[in-house]
């Protein structure tokens, strides 16, 4: 929960998306932020936290937390 929580709020330093979460299968998109205005800081974090950016379909997605 601990590293999730860490990711969230790394996200939300670039913005507060009313509705940022969509989960299906197993897995946890962040969707509404542009890749362009991440650090390259941030980015390594979020990838560190399991959270790998989708180019193709322009989100945030991970695997680590969206199942039990």
Do not use: W
């Amino acid at each position: 929960m601990e590293n999730l929580i860490k990711a969230l709020q790394i996200f939300l330093k670039y913005d507060n998306v009313d509705y940022p979460t969509h989960c299906e299968h197993d897995v946890i998109y962040v969707c509404g932020y542009n890749i362009d205005e991440f650090s390259q800081e941030d980015i390594n974090e979020l990838e560190d936290l399991g959270f790998l950016y989708n180019e193709d379909d322009e989100h945030f997605m991970s695997y680590r937390y969206g199942s039990c």
